[in-house]
């Protein structure tokens, strides 16, 4: 059913219900009915106003409500969206970002932000058991689930271990694969530590999220079969749209 076949009269006048109720309700009712699930967006302002016959002031009322019951939230300049339950990442000692995706029927994809190589920071050294300020490859990616962005990851990689690991990548190469052509044909998740963080203004910016919105903070160390460290990493959840589930039988 499209926007266009939906209800576009105004609200009936029911006793002891109050117009911006009614068309919450309305509204509600059609969220539950995943009316809006292709995009998850709602129409603007302007459209909502004129399908219902109110005026802004009327609908501004409705649309609090709906944020009251955690149905939807606003993001300045985008508009409103539905607010999806919270994904759920399992960590495990084999944490995958595709199969974590992919088994709640969501399409997962990466933005590679950044590929360089770089002296490696100190405690990116000091869990890949380098020295201090040996080469290591820095990757950041924006982590994605159905298009809308979830989680900023960045990863450390020994240079020396995987050099070509940058040219790989930026011709579209999957880390998996990519570790596979050299040598690490499976690996494991050693620890992850897992804390909360204000995001700068540049990750509020790339995860489109208000910069007053706590992240959740994962570093983590992947280890191939033979406990070598390979990967460092930290990942910066969205607090509202991700749940960290810890799979206690897979990291014991």
């Known amino acids: ?11 009936g006048r029911r006793s002891g219900v109050t117009v911006w109720r009614q068309i919450a309700d ?13 995009t998850g967006r709602l129409p603007g302002e302007v459209e909502l106003s004129a399908r219902f016959g109110v005026n802004r002031h009327t609908l501004r009322q409705a649309v609090a409500a709906l944020q009251s019951d955690g149905l939807v939230r606003i993001e300045p300049g985008r508009g409103m969206f539905v607010q999806h339950e919270l994904l759920d990442y399992a960590l495990s000692r084999r944490t995958r970002f595709t199969e974590n995706l992919l088994r709640q029927g969501l399409l997962p994809s ?7 190589e770089m002296p490696a920071p100190e405690r990116a050294a000091k869990e890949l058991r380098l020295a201090k ?17 979830i989680g900023l990851a960045t990863a450390y990689f020994p240079a020396q271990r995987f050099a070509g690991l940058l040219e790989m990548l930026n011709e579209g190469t999957c880390i998996t694969d990519i570790l596979k ?4 044909q499976d690996y494991l998740r050693d620890r992850s530590h897992i804390t909360t963080q204000m995001p700068s203004d540049e990750t509020a910016r790339l995860l489109r999220q208000p910069s007053t919105r706590p992240l959740l903070c994962v ?23 991700v749940q960290l589930v810890i799979d206690q039988g897979e990291q014991a």
């Open 1 to 11: 059913m499209t926007f266009g076949q939906r209800i576009t009269s105004a609200p």
């Open 26 to 38: 309305t509204l509600s009712t059609e969220i539950r009915d995943r009316t809006y699930a292709g």
């Open 110 to 116: 990466k933005q590679l932000l950044t590929a360089r």
């Open 133 to 149: 300020a040996d080469p290591v490859l820095m990757v950041e990616m924006l982590d994605e689930a159905n298009e809308q962005p």
């Open 181 to 184: 052509h050299f040598g690490v």
């Open 219 to 241: 570093e983590s160390v992947d280890v191939d079969m033979a406990g070598v460290p390979i990967k460092y990493g930290e990942t910066f959840f969205c607090g509202d749209r």
